[in-house]
Each structure stands twice: as structure tokens, then as C-alpha cells.
């Protein structure tokens, strides 16, 4: 076949072209491998794929907190072409949260976040850039709802959502039947952020009496299960990162629906709240009022959109999972219940002779609840729902930590993953074992200055300089060695180090903690006041839940909690 003339000149042009960007690929790779070759890690399974069969299997949270015990509290990782730092010290990582200038959050591989929210693709609080103006502006407006004065304000609809979900297990519950806790809690979770945040009663509780959930299409019961789908849809695209483009398959054409039906709900919502005119200091006022950065008016409704979506996301997927969690690992630990009863009989929160029906919780019990807030810390120690890793990246210029000890290469994601800070003998006394009581001692959440343990120790040389790196952690700024604090906690650039991070840390921590700690005690409480739970046998014990556990997006069991719900008879 011949080439003509003008065809050639174009042929070798794109071929140079296509050689030039071979070959910057290769380099940069090469690049890296030689900055991080000092590094240790695990035997990569194949040549070609690395370690990413380990990546997304579904106990990766267990895999990684192995990794992170055996060769220390930094490692590498190669997923395929892709180097991965891990960081579990938490000196390290406290370091990497003040770099929030430096180091971004990886929106591009957030984005799927994005088309769940938006048709357009937007942003929004959880996946956008810490760089975005939008983010800036919607951060700074909606933290005004989460001020402890609105907290209170609010918390009697948190305890009508709680108490709706106790009326609703006493019927669901009735001749001994088993319930799915998980499901159960997700659907209460919903309705506090319907009801917290936008005035509205979003029925998902209210659905568990329903005999047809499903035949609701479209009705706010389905809420519940039209999150969970399109979470699904989200995961499915971190994996494949092409996947909406390949209309022509069935699933595909299926998930891109939900995404739709996702977002009319919100929309629904986004209506609701226009049609209220809610209070400034209400979740939906402050939304209302976050003025667009470019033109100083509100928020266009476009924009508006993702933001109610995220704010959904985030609160339904990790506050239900956790309270979960903690009621299946309470079931586990006889004493523990024991202790949490005593403390909400003293209350006055419990089930007692004369009181068939315990009062419901007050504002102000939130805080005299201390056992069964260190109960929910452990849990949350134990089992992060946010499980997977918080990752930063730097696509433009190497990162220098521990003043120049460490050198991330740019473009590499540094991944501070919570299971592994949360669960490595480094940082924890027997981090295996439940001990609620921990976290009844003064800032057991920081980083002690006196190590824990020696630093792992492995059959690879590599380890000992990735322990090298932390022994003596420094401050980003000037350099200045780990200090010890006043109470003996390690300080970095003059602030104590957190180990417990279940919320992330800096400037991108969860803007809804207040909310979502005043939901679990709640709940919890009323729970806990009315039943005893019992872990079905179906589920197959302890091991049944350990081998069930999924770590995607969140920290969940495949087969939800199905429980046993038993009332609590007067004393």
C-alpha cells in the first residue's frame, strides 16, 4: 500500500509524538522507581499487575494493616504502572494535613463522586480541590450549621429520628423475627440528615414497615436503597475508569439511571428547601446563602445540587455503618453492655419499673454518657467506616517530609490509610483487643512521645530505613526533632499528633462530625435503653462478620448485621 505524499509527513509526525509521550512516560516512571527504590513493601504478586489483586480484594483494610506491622510505617506499593506511598506514623501524617498548600486531595480520582452528584460533573465538598474557590466558599458556609448552638437547636429532631427507628424494631421485631441492623441504621441515618438538615422526613425508617419496599419506585423510602445503588455505580467506576463511556452495555445504561434517579431526588430536595425558606442557621439556610466566589450571588442551583449530594453521602454511608459496628461488637462483649446499661440506668435512659418507656435523651445527657461515648470511640478505632486511606497528591513537584528525610516524587499519591494508623501495634497497646476504656483516659486520641513498641521489624533490610524515617519524626518547619508535650504526647510543629483520625484531620476533616457523634450517641442510647441485641446465628459468629467484612468506599459486612432484637424488661 502507498503512502501519498502529504500522508507521510503526518504519519511520522504523529509517530514521534507517539514515541515522545512513550518515552516521558517511562522516564517519569524510572524516575520514581530510583526515589523510592529505598523504600520496603510486599513481594509483588505479578510483573505486570504488581500488587493490585491485594489493592481490591475486599479485606484490602486487613492486607494494608499487615503490610504496615511487617514493614513499617512507610512503605510502597505498586498498583500495575503506579507507585503508592503508604504513611501510618502519625508524626508523618500530621505533617502531611498542614501541607494542605502542597499536597491536594486526588479529585480526579474522586471524580466519579462528582457525576454521582451532578449531571455536569461539578464538584462538590467532599471531591472537589482544596484549591477550588468553590470549596473554599462552601466549606466556610455550611460549618456555621455545625456551631454547637445550632447542634442544639437541632438535636430533637436527631432523638425523633431515633425514636421513630426504637417504635419501628418493636414492630419489625415482633415473635422473636431478626433484623437487618445495618439496613436498619442506614435508614436512620437518612432520616437525621432529612431531618436535620432539611426539615423534611425523608420516610426511610418509616419504609422498614412496608411490605414492598422496592414497589415504592421514586417515594422517599426508596432513598435508602437508590443511595446504596448509586454508591455502588461509584465504585464500580474507581475501578474502571472508562466505564460511563461504554453505553453499550447493559449495567452501564443501568448505573448511569441511578445516577439520574439520584439526582432528581436531590433535586426534590433542592426544591423543598427553595419552597421553606429555612432558617440561616439551619444546614439548608447556610447552603442557601454560600454566595457563588465569582459573582457574589447565591449559589445557582447547578451548583447547589452536588453539594446536598455529598452532604447525603457522607452522613448516610458512615454514621449508619458505624453504629452497626458497635452493636455487633458490643454483642461480642457481655461486660461492655453491662457498663452501658449501668450508666444509661443512672441517667435515667433505661427501660425500668414504673417507666416501660425511658425517657428520651436530652442535650445535655450527650456529654454525661462518657462509657458509651468511649464505646463508640473504640468502635470507630476498630472499624473507621471511612476505612480506606485519605490520599494527597502533588502532580507538579516532589514533596520534601521530616525535613528532606523523605521525598515523595510528584504525581506519586501519598495514602494515609485509617484502618492501618488506626490498628498497627506502633501506635496502639493490643490494638486488636476492644477496650472501650482506653478512651476513658485524657487525650487518648494523641500520639504518646515514648514509643509503644520497637518499630516493625522484618526480614527486609528496606524496613529499617523506612523505621529510620520516623524515629526521630521532625517538624516540617526548621527541621526541630519531635517533642514531648506537657501530657507526654509526641508534638510536631508545636501540636500534639493524632492517632485516632475516624474524621480525617486538617483542613479537610469532616465538616459534619458534630452531628454525626450527636446521632450515634443518640441512637445508641435509646437503642440500648429499649434492647438487648443478639448477632443471628445465620451470620455465623464472629468469624461469619470477619470473613463478610468489604472495605470499598466505606467499611461494611456484605451480608448487613442481622440481629436479634430483644426488649428489655423492667427491673
Known amino acids: 500500500m502507498e503512502v501519498s505524499g502529504v500522508a507521510l509527513p503526518v504519519f511520522l509526525a504523529s509517530l514521534a509524538c507517539l514515541g515522545a509521550l512513550v518515552g516521558a512516560a517511562v522516564a517519569r516512571f524510572l524516575r520514581t522507581w530510583l526515589m523510592l527504590r529505598h523504600l520496603p513493601g510486599p513481594k509483588e504478586a505479578t510483573l505486570l499487575r504488581g500488587s493490585l489483586a491485594s489493592i481490591l480484594h475486599p479485606h484490602n483494610h486487613r492486607i494494608f494493616t499487615t503490610w504496615t506491622d511487617t514493614y513499617g510505617p512507610v512503605f510502597r506499593v505498586r498498583a500495575v504502572w503506579k507507585q503508592l506511598v503508604f504513611v501510618t506514623?502519625?508524626?508523618?501524617?500530621?505533617?502531611?494535613?498542614?501541607k494542605s498548600k502542597e499536597l491536594d486531595k486526588d479529585w480526579r480520582l474522586l471524580a466519579p463522586f462528582s457525576q454521582m452528584m451532578s449531571p455536569q460533573g461539578h464538584g462538590n465538598i467532599v471531591s472537589a480541590s482544596t484549591h477550588?474557590?468553590?470549596?473554599?466558599?462552601?466549606?466556610?458556609?455550611?460549618?456555621?450549621?455545625?456551631?454547637?448552638?445550632?447542634?442544639?437547636?437541632?438535636?430533637?429532631?436527631?432523638?425523633?429520628?431515633?425514636?421513630?427507628?426504637?417504635?419501628?424494631?418493636?414492630?419489625?421485631?415482633?415473635?422473636?423475627?431478626?433484623?437487618?441492623?445495618?439496613?436498619?441504621?442506614?435508614?436512620?441515618?437518612?432520616?437525621?440528615?432529612?431531618?436535620?438538615?432539611?426539615?423534611?422526613?425523608?420516610?426511610?425508617?418509616?419504609?422498614?414497615?412496608?411490605?414492598?419496599e422496592l414497589s415504592q419506585a421514586?417515594?422517599?423510602?426508596?432513598?435508602?436503597?437508590?443511595?446504596?445503588?448509586?454508591?455502588?455505580?461509584?465504585?464500580?467506576?474507581?475501578?474502571?475508569?472508562?466505564?460511563?463511556?461504554?453505553?453499550?452495555?447493559?449495567?452501564?445504561?443501568?448505573?448511569r439511571e441511578t445516577f439520574h434517579r439520584y439526582q432528581q431526588m436531590l433535586m426534590g430536595l433542592l426544591e423543598h428547601m427553595h419552597a421553606e425558606d429555612p432558617s440561616p442557621d439551619t444546614l439548608a439556610g447556610c447552603l442557601l446563602?454560600?454566595?457563588?466566589?465569582?459573582?457574589?450571588?447565591?449559589?445557582?442551583?447547578?451548583?447547589?445540587?452536588?453539594?446536598?449530594?455529598?452532604?447525603?453521602?457522607?452522613?448516610?454511608?458512615?454514621?449508619?455503618?458505624?453504629?452497626?459496628?458497635?452493636?455487633?461488637?458490643?454483642?461480642?462483649?457481655?461486660?461492655?453492655?453491662?457498663?452501658?446499661?449501668?450508666?444509661?440506668?443512672?441517667?435515667?435512659?433505661?427501660?425500668?419499673?414504673?417507666?416501660?418507656?425511658?425517657?428520651?435523651?436530652?442535650?445535655?445527657?450527650?456529654?454525661?454518657?462518657?462509657?458509651?461515648?468511649?464505646?463508640?470511640?473504640?468502635?470507630?478505632?476498630?472499624?473507621?467506616?471511612?476505612?480506606?486511606?485519605?490520599?494527597?497528591?502533588?502532580?507538579?513537584?516532589d514533596i520534601a517530609l521530616d525535613g528532606g528525610r523523605l521525598v515523595i516524587p510528584r504525581g506519586v499519591p501519598i495514602r494515609m490509610h485509617?484502618?492501618?494508623?488506626?490498628?498497627?501495634?506502633?501506635?496502639?497497646?493490643?490494638?486488636h483487643e476492644f477496650l472501650p476504656e482506653r478512651f476513658l483516659q485524657a487525650d487518648a486520641e494523641f500520639l504518646p512521645a515514648a514509643p509503644i513498641r520497637p518499630a516493625a521489624a522484618s526480614a527486609h533490610s528496606k524496613a529499617d530505613r523506612a523505621t529510620d524515617i520516623t524515629a526521630t519524626a521532625t517538624a516540617a518547619s526548621g527541621g526541630a526533632p519531635t517533642a514531648e508535650g506537657g501530657d507526654g504526647a509526641a508534638v510536631v510543629g508545636g501540636k500534639r499528633c493524632r492517632r485516632f483520625i475516624p474524621f480525617s484531620d486538617g483542613v479537610r476533616s469532616c465538616v459534619g462530625y458534630p452531628l454525626a457523634r450527636l446521632n450515634l450517641v443518640s441512637s445508641l442510647a435509646q437503642l440500648y435503653g429499649n434492647f438487648t441485641f443478639e448477632l443471628a446465628p445465620e451470620m455465623g459468629g464472629a468469624k461469619g462478620v470477619a470473613d463478610a467484612?468489604?472495605?470499598?468506599?466505606?467499611?461494611a459486612c456484605a451480608n448487613g448485621m442481622k440481629m436479634a432484637c430483644r426488649e428489655r424488661n423492667p427491673a
Not at 506514623?89 to 498542614?98: C, Q, S, T, Y
Not at 451548583?303 to 458505624?322: C, K, N, Q, W, Y
Open 289 to 397: 446563602q454560600v454566595p457563588d466566589p465569582h459573582t457574589g450571588k447565591p449559589l445557582a442551583d447547578e451548583r447547589l445540587l452536588p453539594e446536598v449530594g455529598a452532604i447525603f453521602m457522607a452522613g448516610f454511608d458512615t454514621s449508619g455503618h458505624t453504629a452497626t459496628w458497635v452493636l455487633f461488637l458490643v454483642s461480642q462483649h457481655p461486660q461492655v453492655e453491662a457498663r452501658i446499661v449501668e450508666e444509661l440506668q443512672w441517667r435515667g435512659l433505661l427501660v425500668e419499673q414504673g417507666q416501660p418507656r425511658p425517657r428520651l435523651p436530652t442535650y445535655e445527657d450527650v456529654e454525661a454518657l462518657p462509657f458509651l461515648k468511649a464505646v463508640i470511640n473504640e468502635t470507630m478505632r476498630m472499624y473507621p467506616a471511612v476505612g480506606t486511606a485519605t490520599t494527597r497528591i502533588n502532580p507538579d513537584q
Open 89 to 98: 506514623d502519625p508524626r508523618l501524617v500530621a505533617e502531611i494535613f498542614r
Open 132 to 212: 477550588s474557590p468553590y470549596w473554599k466558599a462552601m466549606r466556610k458556609g455550611i460549618a456555621v450549621a455545625f456551631r454547637a448552638n445550632n447542634m442544639k437547636a437541632g438535636f430533637p429532631r436527631v432523638v425523633e429520628a431515633g425514636r421513630q427507628l426504637v417504635d419501628t424494631l418493636r414492630e419489625v421485631s415482633a415473635g422473636g423475627k431478626t433484623v437487618d441492623m445495618n439496613d436498619a441504621l442506614l435508614r436512620e441515618s437518612i432520616d437525621v440528615i432529612g431531618r436535620f438538615g432539611f426539615d423534611r422526613d425523608m420516610g426511610a425508617t418509616k419504609a422498614m414497615l412496608a411490605a414492598d
Open 218 to 255: 421514586g417515594a422517599s423510602g426508596d432513598a435508602v436503597q437508590l443511595t446504596a445503588r448509586a454508591l455502588t455505580e461509584v465504585k464500580l467506576r474507581f475501578y474502571e475508569p472508562f466505564r460511563r463511556f461504554r453505553v453499550w452495555r447493559k449495567d452501564v445504561r443501568e448505573g
Open 418 to 431: 485509617i484502618h492501618s494508623i488506626h490498628n498497627c501495634a506502633a501506635n496502639w497497646e493490643r490494638p
Open 549 to 555: 467484612e468489604r472495605a470499598s468506599i466505606t467499611l
